[in-house]
């Protein structure tokens, strides 16, 4: 499975896919998120690397597909089984502080035999060490003493602000355009409803009433011979 932050699968990649349980591995250290295609009786699982004391963040929701849910598991580089949840449409959960290795995220959809789900998901990974590495870089740069009077110190929070507020941004717009993909699935599939009942409806109608005259019209349908 790719790497990059913003790539995501399209359904018809994943449909063909005929394994039972489908695994793939996530560059370590960088944020990801994938929209994939859980077939009917299926288990997918994806691996995240994660470094010590670190945080794990997995964001998913079920965005297609018949009943809207699916199992989900989080497991530790050591195989302790850290959450578990059964028939959900959607769900958020961190892990912290994080331990070194290879994180399991699956993803199950074997109660359903029919259904496929369209799956989307997102992994937030904030690294202990990337952060300490940020400090020392910014610390070997040493205090200022002029330019204009302003502050290492006070530069470097502004400019971690902006790039967390920033990130918490796209983060959100990526959780929204899934909301939006989910509402507009289930609308179609209403809406699809409405018109199959509204069709049966009317064809219903239609053999009442032709029915309706037909019976009538027997009933003054007088077949008997007049004798002279």
């Given at each position: ?9 399209t359904?018809?990649a ?13 560059s370590?250290g ?28 997995v964001?998913?929701q ?8 699916v199992?989900?598991t ?5 195989g302790v089984?850290l ?5 959900r449409?959607d769900g958020v ?13 699956c993803f199950d959809?074997?109660f359903?035999?029919f259904?496929e789900k ?10 202990a ?7 020392d ?16 110190e ?8 902006v790039?967390?507020h920033l ?11 899934a ?18 009942w509204?069709?049966?409806t009317?064809v219903?109608?239609?053999v009442v009433?032709i029915?309706q005259?037909?019976t009538v019209?027997?009933?003054f349908d007088?077949?008997?011979?007049v004798?002279?």
């Amino acid at each position: 499975m790719p790497a990059p932050r913003s790539s995501a699968l399209t359904p018809a990649a994943l449909l063909w896919l005929s394994a039972a349980a489908v695994t793939a591995v996530f560059s370590p250290g960088t944020d990801s998120e994938l929209t994939f295609l859980l077939p009917a009786g299926h288990t997918e699982c994806f691996f995240q690397s994660a470094s010590k004391n670190g945080t794990l963040e997995v964001e998913y929701q079920v965005i297609a597909g018949a009943g809207m849910d699916v199992d989900f598991t989080i497991v530790s580089p050591h195989g302790v089984q850290l959450i578990s949840e059964f028939r959900r449409s959607d769900g958020v959960h961190m892990v912290e502080p994080t331990e070194e290795g290879d994180y399991q995220l699956c993803f199950d959809n074997s109660f359903s035999r029919f259904s496929e789900k369209m799956v989307f998901f997102e992994v937030i990974l904030e690294s202990a060490a990337n952060d300490a590495g940020a400090d020392d870089e910014w610390a070997g740069l040493g205090e200022p003493e002029n330019l204009l009077e302003y502050k290492l110190e006070d530069i470097r929070e502004s400019m971690d602000s902006v790039h967390r507020h920033l990130e918490r941004s796209r983060q959100m717009q990526t959780v929204l355009r899934a909301f939006e993909a989910r509402d507009r699935n289930l609308l179609e599939d209403n809406l699809w409803r409405v018109s199959f009942w509204s069709c049966t409806t009317l064809v219903v109608m239609l053999v009442v009433a032709i029915t309706q005259v037909y019976t009538v019209r027997r009933l003054f349908d007088d077949k008997r011979r007049v004798r002279s």
